[in-house]
């Protein structure tokens, strides 16, 4: 097939890259050719200029790659970055350059898009969620009818249909990560004994509710936040709302802040968020909410880590960026990993027919904490 004189510099740019020429042939393409380094060629698996370079181990190249604009997310046929190349090849060095870069990137681009003018911009390649189906789009999904089903393997499941797919907006397997959420909020906690006041975004399957009830001694207070109508529904017939500890305050986060069983409550000694198809720049906001809805420096927060956990490096510069953000607004976040439970040969049940949206090995748990001063 024929393809444009760009498209071929962009091809003979990484071919020359996985050929070892030297840099200075390499530079002559790049600087006196002008070749593009956002070409990725299909006859190559989809690999861009900066995957070569990975896969060459050339880390002045990376370097400079990524000085004159490389796109550090780019993904090829297999789902991989430069990244992700560089680390199953050992390259901390490569890994690190790329993924720090990632992480400048996405960090300009969180501030950018704060600031009102810039407030839609396109170039949130991550941040921004670009799938509109249920499991994307927050309008789509709260529309959306819900399954609550125990599958094939025997495990308690809620999905939604996404387009072609069946995507589980929880699962059963989740509660071995859920137990150990519950355990590092809690855990010589100063207020346990009396009773804990709990706020959790998301009911989901209630695992973590349920877990919070099931405390030696239970919440004082528990305020679940819940904007399906269907999981409504759910924590009605399952008798939620008859429990005297608990408050179930109906709608989207986003709208029921200031309410009185929130706001009014004068702040939480733990709280956790995990909800669906809402994308960083959604979590983000909910993290500048946190200061205040701690009760004081004993207060812990966490959150569902779960974002970009289909790629590595995603996963990675996801983490890190909590952890900056969370910094920013004076949180101090330890970090723990606990292996994800499907790691072993039950992973195809765990999965059913269902899409998935969790395969990084471990998952990095967070716990965060006003900052001493
Ligand atoms: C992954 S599930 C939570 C699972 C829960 N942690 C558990 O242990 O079972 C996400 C829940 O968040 C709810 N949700 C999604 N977006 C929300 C929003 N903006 N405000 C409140 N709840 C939301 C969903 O309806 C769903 O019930």
Redesign the pocket.
Known sequence: MEISPALELGKRLIRSILDFDSLDSINQLINAESAPLWYQDPEEGGISALHAAAFAENFELVKLLITKGAMWNAIDSLNNTAADIALSMNNAKIYEHVRNAGIRSEMLLTLLSTKSSLNDTESTMILKSEDDTAAGS?DE??SSK?TFKTDEYGQDI?VVNAGEDEVG??MGW??EI?EETVRRLTEDHDNLQEGLKVL????????????FQALDTPPSLHVI????P??LAHMRIQGWYDKSNVRIVE??????MSSEDVAGVGGFDVV?T?????DYM?LKEFFDLVPDLLSGPESRFSF?NGLGATNLTFYDVYTRLSDLHLSDVGLEVGWSDVDNPLNDERRKERWGKTREYFTAPVYRLPIARMALM
Not at 200 to 211: E, P, R, V, Y
Not at 225 to 228: C, G, L, Q, T, V
Not at 274 to 278: G, L, R
């Open positions: 927050s999904y709260l819900l809620c907006v929880m989740e509660k859920m959790n975004i998301g009911f989901g399957l209630g695992i973590i509710d349920s877990l936040i819940e904007a399906h269907d999981v709608g989207k986060w986003q709208d029921v956790y995990d909800t669906f198809s809402e959604a569902f």
